[in-house]
């Protein structure tokens, strides 16, 4: 089975920092990538995704990700967060054609 | 409003008493899938579904059934719930056949076993 690992479970900073969370996936085939994000007492929703083409890819609110194959890696990045960003963030792999894999999940507290 | 609706929010059941939970789609979608989401593991994905009669096991289908009669429907059954399925179970879907296609969640259904 595949597996994906978000190694940071929580995170906790202050507005304007900067944001990076890791994503490692064990599959090495093809592969679709996604970032979903859950803000409290909301649905999951599409943060960004990774199908082919540019390995750097952006997402909404300023959000972006890089895919390198070679680390089997897609890390999301924010250059500045805001109080706003407070939200549960899942890295999620497409592979076997119809599955998918979620990571653990992060949970990102920003300090006003 | 393009939605997936799931039924009941909260359940509380006992040990062994069947329950469904509903899942709907009003976007036309093709691909359907459950996920149960559980602290420290993540969303795993228990079934899904290609199309109107196409079913496939994900990762944790043990305990679980579905069926998918109509495109828009995708009932979530625990014929004989034990207290290891209390979870938050999320029903999704995607419009084409799964891969690579962006899904929409539901809300999640809030579901504890005694």
């Known amino acids: 089975a595949q597996s994906v690992s978000q190694h940071n479970h929580h995170v906790i900073l202050s507005e304007a920092a900067s944001l990076e969370l890791g994503c490692n996936y064990s599959?090495?085939?093809?592969?679709?990538l996604f970032w979903y994000v859950q803000y409290p007492g909301q649905h999951l929703q599409l943060l960004l995704k990774?199908?082919?083409?540019?390995?750097l890819v952006k997402g909404i609110k300023g959000f972006e990700a890089e895919f390198i194959k070679s680390k089997f890696s897609f890390n999301l990045r924010k250059p500045s967060v805001q109080w706003s960003d407070t939200a549960e963030y899942f890295c999620?792999?497409?592979?076997?054609?119809?599955?998918?894999?979620f990571g653990s999940g992060t949970k990102l507290n920003v300090k006003p | 409003e393009a939605q997936v609706t799931q039924n009941p929010r909260y359940l509380i059941t006992v040990t062994g008493k069947k329950l469904t939970v509903t899942c709907s789609q009003n976007?036309?979608?093709?691909?359907m899938s459950w996920y149960r989401q559980d602290p420290g593991l993540g969303l795993r994905q228990i079934y899904y579904?290609?199309?109107?009669?196409?079913?496939d096991k994900g990762d944790v289908p043990e305990g679980y059934k579905v069926s998918r009669k109509e495109k828009r429907n995708f009932p979530l059954i625990l014929e004989s719930p034990s207290p290891n399925q209390t979870s938050l179970y999320f029903c999704?879907?995607?419009?084409?056949?799964?891969?690579?296609?962006?899904?929409?969640f539901g809300a999640g259904t809030r579901l504890s076993v005694l």
């Open positions: 990774y199908f082919s083409g540019d390995p």
């Open positions: 579904s290609m199309n109107v009669e196409v079913t």
């Open positions: 599959y090495g085939g093809t592969v679709n």
């Open positions: 999620a792999v497409n592979s076997d054609f119809n599955k998918f894999y």
């Open positions: 976007m036309n979608h093709e691909y």
């Open positions: 999704a879907s995607s419009s084409a056949s799964g891969w690579g296609d962006i899904q929409y």
